[in-house]
């Protein structure tokens, strides 16, 4: 389950989620969604019904940090990775590392 209380440091292999907004649907059938923070329209598929201008959530696993930029290099469930600020973040899960011993 993502928490909506955000620590103030993410760490590598953490569940986080994006906010998006549908800019298009395509003649494939696959929706142009457009994340705060990064530079280019992403697709994927998208949820049943949906129209341009709706809002869909993106999650995935951060995979990099630059904490000199504030970015987050994350894998997005539905495939691809993306580099977005740390403001473009909505939700997270911590990951739970395995206890030694």
């Known amino acids: 389950m993502l928490h ?9 292999g953490d569940e986080v989620a ?3 907004t549908v800019i298009s649907i395509l003649p494939s059938g696959r929706a142009r ?3 705060p923070s990064y ?8 949820p049943p019904k949906a129209r341009a201008g709706d809002r869909v959530v993106l999650v995935g696993d951060v995979t ?5 930029a504030d970015k ?3 894998r997005i469930d539905c495939g691809g990775v993306i580099t ?3 403001s473009a973040i909505t939700r997270l899960r911590k990951h739970r590392r395995a206890s030694a011993g």
């Open 4 to 12: 909506l209380n955000m620590p103030g440091e993410f760490e590598v």
């Open 18 to 20: 994006l906010a998006g």
């Open 33 to 35: 969604v457009s994340i």
């Open 39 to 46: 530079d280019h329209p992403y697709t994927l598929e998208p």
């Open 64 to 68: 990099r940090i630059d904490r000199g």
């Open 72 to 74: 987050l290099t994350v």
């Open 84 to 86: 977005v600020a740390r």
